[in-house]
């Protein structure tokens, strides 16, 4: 039998991610490495974000967790996908990342098994999404914005013309047909993604 390069499985992959007309054709797997349909949600206003335990975001965990208590009973469910390729800023694993952001900030929200969201082994998912949504530029009156623009910038002259997540907390808002219909840098403020999630509720 002749084997599948590698390569060859990349692009299957990306082809099929193009090909895809919504979230609910994608499969994930949760923080216990169970299969989850994206189609579980349908008809939910989602926001999908890659986080991390040790970034100067984190506490946006805390806006998160505020966003789904209030908006919960009225569609809105929020998709956790841990990622570690920014820093390194996501140790540990799924249990600890878990233990880590219910203790220290109450979420509720799910959880999903740790992912890459670049690069060769990329999540699929995160291959429609970026496909959907481009680089939307960061909020350079951010305390931290200027300081990613600068790093990004020095390791890459034309990052900013390129779909690729650039940090933790890079947030994707969903419709409820399963449309992607905005993408958020972790500069943003998160007032603005709130009262587009009401709109889309």
């Known amino acids: ?5 590698l390569l060859s499985v990349l692009i299957i992959i990306n082809v099929f991610s193009i090909m895809a007309q919504n979230v609910y054709d994608f499969t994930v797997k ?12 349908k008809g939910k206003v989602l926001l999908i974000v890659n986080t991390a335990t040790r970034c100067g975001f984190t506490p946006q965990y ?3 967790e505020a966003l789904y208590k209030n908006y919960k009973d009225q569609g809105l469910e929020i998709l956790d996908f841990p990622c570690n390729q ?5 140790p540990g694993t799924e249990e600890e990342i878990y233990q880590f952001c219910t203790l220290n900030y109450g979420t509720e929200f799910p959880q999903f098994k740790k992912i890459e969201v670049n690069g060769e082994n990329e999540s699929p998912l995160f291959t429609f999404l970026k496909s959907q949504q481009g680089f ?7 305390k931290i914005g200027a300081l990613l ?22 947030k994707f808002l969903i419709d409820r047909e399963g449309n992607v219909v905005d993408r958020y840098e972790p500069t943003t403020d998160c007032k603005v993604i709130e009262e587009n999630i009401k709109k889309l509720l």
Do not use: C
């Open 136 to 142: 939307k530029g960061f909020d350079k009156n951010h």
């Open 1 to 5: 039998m002749k084997k599948i390069s």
């Open 62 to 64: 805390e806006e998160l």
């Open 30 to 41: 949760d923080r216990r490495g169970n299969d989850v349909s994206l189609a579980d949600y």
């Open 86 to 90: 920014f820093g390194e800023q996501a």
């Open 149 to 170: 623009d600068d790093m990004l910038t020095k390791n890459d002259p034309d990052y900013a013309s390129k779909p690729d997540i650039k940090w933790n907390f890079t």
